[in-house]
């Protein structure tokens, strides 16, 4: 079933989520929601907070963008309770970033290029592992999500006041989109 998104100005995505019980019956059905939703929005990465879920679940598909990023070719995975335990400073890259809980609208962002970060996998099984690239970029934007942050917390100075028209308007849903959206009323 397609969820609808929430957009910036819904409580929950600014709400620090809580782990998931691996054993919640409900899990696997949802799981499948969140790829739906993902497909149908023609998006890469999905947070449990974006559809309305205030719990640590993100799912990531990278296989849109395997003509540019061939090594990412097949992923496409579920990450439990994932956390980032530790930035590595030493490296940081500028890109666009977008998002659809932030519709038709995209700004540049600074991020680390290497995180580490814990998860739980699809079968449960722990891990902890270094990850770089562009697969970091996208791992900590979704999981800024579970912390109640969105990319455009990261932006400051001029920019940020620049962006402020464009959020309101995104909070009284004054925006087109071509997948189904929850909007603050």
Not at 10 to 35: G, S, T
Request: hydrophobic residues 30%.
């Amino acid at each position: 079933m397609v969820l609808p998104i929430y957009t910036l100005g819904q409580p929950v995505l600014r709400k620090v989520a809580e782990d998931i019980d691996p054993q919640d019956p409900e899990l696997p059905q949802f799981v499948q929601d969140m790829y739906e939703t993902l497909d149908r929005s023609s998006g890469i990465g999905l947070a449990a907070p974006q559809v309305g879920r205030s719990v640590r679940v993100v799912v990531i598909d990278l296989n849109p963008i395997k003509d540019d990023y061939p090594e990412y070719d097949g992923f496409r995975h579920v990450f439990y309770n994932p956390y980032i335990e530790e930035y590595d400073k030493n490296s940081q890259e500028t890109m666009d970033e977008g998002c659809l809980s932030l519709p038709g609208m995209s700004e540049t962002v600074k991020r680390p290029t290497r995180v580490r970060v814990s998860y739980l996998d699809e079968n449960f099984q722990e891990h902890d592992e270094w990850v770089d690239g562009y697969l970091a970029r996208v791992m900590q934007h979704e999981f800024d999500h579970l912390d109640g942050k969105v990319y455009t917390d990261h932006i400051v100075g001029l920019r940020k006041q620049m962006i402020k028209g464009k959020l309101n308007d995104i909070m009284k849903g004054r925006f087109s989109c071509d997948y189904k959206v929850k909007v603050k009323r």
